[in-house]
């Protein structure tokens, strides 16, 4: 995969924080915990696929952390389709 997408990594309170890309859905970005610095840091570079750097992560987090969208989002996206039709909202 290939992406232009900002990553980077802050630190606060002794903890390393992974700042997402903004979430295509609501535009807002997350931080998420990383328990495992240098394997992030492989991962960043493409050395090692998400599931190697983050086996304890839920698969929707680890979504979450390449794609920047938010599980609720993506939940939203999807099933916002069938709404869009019920209000008549057209493109
Ligand atoms: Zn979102």
């Not at 630190?11 to 535009?27: H, L, P, R, S, V």
């Not at 190697?52 to 952390?65: G, K």
Request: aromatic fraction near 12%.
């Amino acid at each position: 995969m290939n992406t232009t997408t900002e990553r980077t990594l802050h630190k606060k309170d002794g903890k390393i924080y992974y700042e997402t890309a903004t979430c295509m859905y609501c535009n807002e970005k997350a931080f998420i915990e990383i328990m495992d610095v240098n394997k992030c840091e492989q991962w960043m570079k493409a050395e090692i696929l998400a599931q190697q750097a983050f086996p304890e992560l839920p698969t929707e987090i680890r979504e979450q952390l390449i794609s920047g969208t938010h599980p609720k989002c993506w939940d939203e996206m999807f099933s916002d389709e069938e709404e869009w039709d019920e209000y008549g909202y057209e493109k």
